[in-house]
């Protein structure tokens, strides 16, 4: 990987704090994040979303929702729920809609 320029660096930096708020905000699924508290708790999902944020985007939707429900209940060991697509179909707008990253 190529350095990041000064100018790319605080382009991804503003992405990738956006996002820690939305993860924190939105789908916080161990109810850990709070505004004087755990911000950093999701940072270690972020690579993967960023993999995923260059998907076509006809598939980016469902393979955010298919990644986020494999990381909550397989590495989160929240097991499996039949409310999770539903609720995190929201969130994962919400990350489509900041874009992909610079």
């Known amino acids: 990987m190529y350095p990041l320029s000064n100018h790319d660096r605080s382009g991804w930096t503003q992405w990738h704090w956006e996002l820690r708020e939305l993860l924190n905000s939105e789908w916080d699924p161990l109810g850990v994040a709070d505004p004087s508290g755990v911000d950093d708790e999701y940072d270690s999902y972020v690579n993967g979303i960023v993999v995923l944020m260059?998907?076509?985007e006809k598939k980016l939707q469902s393979e955010l929702i298919?990644?986020?429900?494999?990381?909550e209940a397989e590495w989160m060991g929240l097991g499996p729920s039949d409310s999770r697509p539903?609720?995190?179909q929201g969130v994962v707008m919400k990350v489509v809609a900041l874009g992909a990253p610079p």
């Open 54 to 56: 260059k998907s076509p």
């Open 66 to 71: 298919a990644y986020l429900t494999y990381v």
């Open 86 to 88: 539903g609720r995190l």
